[in-house]
């Protein structure tokens, strides 16, 4: 009798499985779709969307909206019932988009958002006789960030220290900031929360012990966030501290000689601060400068050239906060400057010059002279000749009158 019954039980059960397979495979048709996951800013608004896909005639009966928490339980965000209407947790801000004209469109509309709102939803939409249908929706709440730079001002010692620093405040999700991977330094980063709730600001400050090939460098922060379409490029220009270099100096022309007035020589240094008055010193090899030359800041004034002056190294010493630096001069005096030499030797050659031509002019005048005398003493040697003629010298003798014969 049991072998029998068992052999009755199992055609039954057989066709209970086929029934509940044929249920399911009907049953499959019924689906709750999410096109997409939605992405809202913060204070703006959006829509998740759901909607029921059937290929038969069933009946909703309710549809829910829950929100996941990171612990995996389920908090109730709104419900919609086809007689009594919707039952929303924040209805100042959430409302069903379509539900009360077509409850096949679940989709749920959310304004103002904040953070908070972040996090994955589930669309359940309930059926008859299919049951309910379940699927999940993402939320993505972004917050863009005020992005901003500027160069620091280092404090005048030769250390590691912060010289710019790039801030993005107010991100969700925080930005991420990068600063060139060329430039000599390196960089921290600090988080703390935003002015608004669930916001983040990151300050990156980039650090380098300070050099003058960094000063006046342009360098760029560059900011990604998800909500800029493309990098966020912060142009810094730096700022740096350095000690006195390239220290030189100007004035010497290498041809002074004794008794030369009024000359300068001037001390020129790079550096940053700018050394006062004071952070210049003028020195030489051969101890104290002569009572002609007087120290004035970056200036030596020499009244006069003196002979205590020749094979002298003149150094000038340039200070300022971070450190020093000096550059020299050798001053030769010779006994008598080239260029004079050579304006003698041409002064000379014009004299000369002069000199020649007066001679010359001076010889053809007597020569002139002489000829003239002469040729008025054959005048006197015949008479038909000397009618109406007169002669003068050029110095005023040989001079000779001639009357005609009538009028004596």
């Known amino acids: 009798m049991a072998q ?152 005048p010692t030769l250390i590691l220290q912060d010289v710019a620093k790039c801030i993005s405040a107010n991100g969700h999700p925080p930005g991420r900031i990068s600063w060139p991977s060329n430039v000599n330094g390196s960089h921290r980063e600090m988080k703390e929360p935003g002015s608004q709730p669930g916001t983040t600001t990151v300050t990156s400050y980039l650090s380098m012990v300070p050099s003058r090939q960094a000063d006046g460098k342009n360098i760029t ?64 090899n051969t101890g104290d400068f002569p009572n002609s030359v007087k120290r004035q800041g970056n200036m030596l004034l020499i009244s006069t050239v003196e002979d205590g002056l020749n094979n002298t190294v003149i150094v000038c010493e340039v200070t300022n906060a971070l450190g020093s630096g000096q550059g020299q001069v050798h001053i030769i005096v010779r006994e008598k400057p080239e260029n004079m030499q050579q304006n003698t030797r041409l002064h000379l050659g014009y004299i000369f010059l002069i000199v020649f031509v007066l001679a010359v002019v001076i010889i053809i005048a007597a020569l002139y002279t002489i000829r003239r005398c002469r040729h008025g003493r054959a005048l006197q040697s015949n008479p038909s000749e000397r009618e109406n003629v007169q002669y003068s010298s050029v110095n005023g003798d040989c001079r000779l009158n001639m009357e005609p014969n009538s009028t004596r």
Request: aromatic share 8%; glycine share 6%.
């Open 4 to 155: 029998l019954a068992r052999a009755t039980r199992s055609p039954l059960s057989w066709l209970l499985l086929l029934f509940c397979y044929a249920l399911r495979k009907a049953g499959g048709d019924i689906r709750v779709l999410v096109p997409y996951n939605s992405t809202g800013v913060l204070g703006g608004s959006t829509t998740l969307h759901c909607s029921l896909t059937s290929n038969e005639n069933v009946t909703i009966t309710q549809i829910t909206w829950m929100k996941k928490d990171s612990g995996g339980s389920h908090a109730l965000v709104a419900v919609f019932h086809p007689k009594k209407g919707p039952n929303i947790k924040e209805p100042e801000r959430v409302k069903f988009l379509a539900a009360q004209q077509d409850l096949r469109n679940a989709s749920l509309a959310i304004s103002n958002l904040s953070v908070e709102d972040e996090g994955i939803y589930e669309c359940q939409i309930a059926t008859f006789p299919r049951g309910s249908r379940s699927t999940n929706a993402w939320l993505k709440v972004q917050a863009r960030p005020k992005n901003t730079a500027e160069a620091l001002e280092p404090s």
């Open 221 to 284: 922060c560059t900011v990604e966030h998800e909500s800029l379409q493309e990098l966020d490029q912060l142009l810094v220009t730096l700022s740096q501290p350095y000690p006195p270099e390239n220290v030189s100096i100007s004035g010497y022309d290498g041809n002074w000689y004794v008794g030369l007035t009024n000359l300068t020589l001037t001390c020129e240094a790079h550096s940053k601060p700018a050394p006062d008055m004071a952070g210049y010193n003028w020195s030489t």
